[in-house]
C-alpha cells in the first residue's frame, strides 16, 4: 500500500464532507418549499411532536454527491499509479458495484419517501422488501463469483471456509438486514447517522487491512457524507434521511 491509498481516501472524505454541508441547506429549503417533510404516525409519542414538518429524504442528496464523488474519482484517478497492482477493473467491481446497489435501492426509497410526503401513502412494505431482495441477490451472485469467496473471516479464528452457496446466502441475508436495521433508526435524532458513520468509518479500516483499496475508498466517501448529514441531524435534527437514505 502506498502512502497516497490514504491521503485519497481522507481527500475524498473531505470533499463529500465539504460539498455536502454546502448543499444541505438549499436542498432543505427545496424540501420544504415542495411539501417533503416528516408526519408522525398517529401512534408516536407525542415527544415526537416536533419532528413534524421536518424535511425528510435527506438521502437523496447522500447518494446523487457520492455518485458524483465515485465517478470523478473513477476518471481523474490513476489507479494504476495510486496502488500498484491494482486496475480499474478492481476500482469497478470494489467501487462501482456497491455504488449501483447504493443508487438502485435509494432511487426506490425516493420514489417512497415522495409519495408518502405528498400522498400520505407510500410503497408497500412488501414490495420493498422484493426489491431490496432483489438487489441484494444480484450483488452477492456477482461479488461471490468475481471474488470466488466461499468462506467468511471470523476475528481471533481466522476465514471459515462455508462454500459458495452459504455465502451467497449470508450476504443476502447481512445485505437486507442491515438496510432494513438502518431504516429503523432513522427518526431519531442522530440515531441513524451516528451509527452509520462509525461503521463505514470501520468498514475502511477493514477494507485497508484486506487491501481491497478501492472499497477502503468507496467507505471513507461515504463517512464523509454521513458525517456532513449527522451534522444537520443531531438534536434538534433540521432533516432526516428518509427511505431514500435509510434503506440504501
Known amino acids: 500500500m502506498t502512502l497516497t491509498t490514504p491521503l485519497l481516501a481522507l481527500s475524498g472524505m473531505l470533499l463529500t464532507f465539504v460539498a455536502t454541508i454546502l448543499l444541505f441547506p438549499p436542498y432543505m429549503r427545496v424540501l420544504r418549499y415542495l411539501g417533503i417533510v416528516k408526519t408522525p404516525r398517529s401512534d408516536a409519542p407525542t415527544s415526537h411532536g416536533h419532528k413534524r414538518g421536518t424535511p425528510t429524504m435527506a438521502g437523496l442528496l447522500v447518494v446523487l454527491v457520492v455518485t458524483l464523488a465515485t465517478v470523478l474519482f473513477y476518471f481523474f484517478v490513476s489507479p494504476e499509479e495510486q496502488t500498484p497492482g491494482r486496475t480499474r477493473g478492481d476500482y469497478v467491481v470494489q467501487t462501482l458495484t ?122 471513507a466517501l461515504m463517512t464523509g457524507e454521513v458525517a456532513a448529514f449527522l451534522w444537520f441531524n443531531v438534536h434538534p435534527a433540521e432533516v432526516f434521511l428518509g427511505d431514500s437514505g435509510s434503506l440504501s
Open 98 to 219: 456497491p455504488l449501483l446497489a447504493l443508487v438502485s435501492v435509494g432511487a426506490l426509497g425516493a420514489l417512497d419517501d415522495y409519495l408518502d410526503a405528498i400522498f400520505g401513502r407510500g410503497i408497500r412494505g412488501r414490495h420493498k422488501l422484493i426489491w431490496q431482495a432483489s438487489v441484494a441477490v444480484a450483488g452477492a451472485i456477482y461479488i461471490q463469483r468475481h471474488f470466488a469467496i466461499t468462506g467468511i473471516f471470523i476475528p481471533l479464528s481466522g476465514e471459515v471456509v462455508i462454500g459458495a452457496v452459504a455465502f451467497i446466502a449470508l450476504a443476502i441475508v447481512a445485505i437486507v438486514g442491515t438496510s432494513n436495521g438502518v431504516n429503523l433508526t432513522d427518526g431519531l435524532d442522530g440515531l441513524a447517522g451516528g451509527t452509520v458513520v462509525f461503521a463505514f468509518l470501520s468498514f475502511a479500516f477493514i477494507a485497508f487491512a484486506r487491501e481491497y483499496f478501492f472499497l477502503a475508498v468507496f467507505c
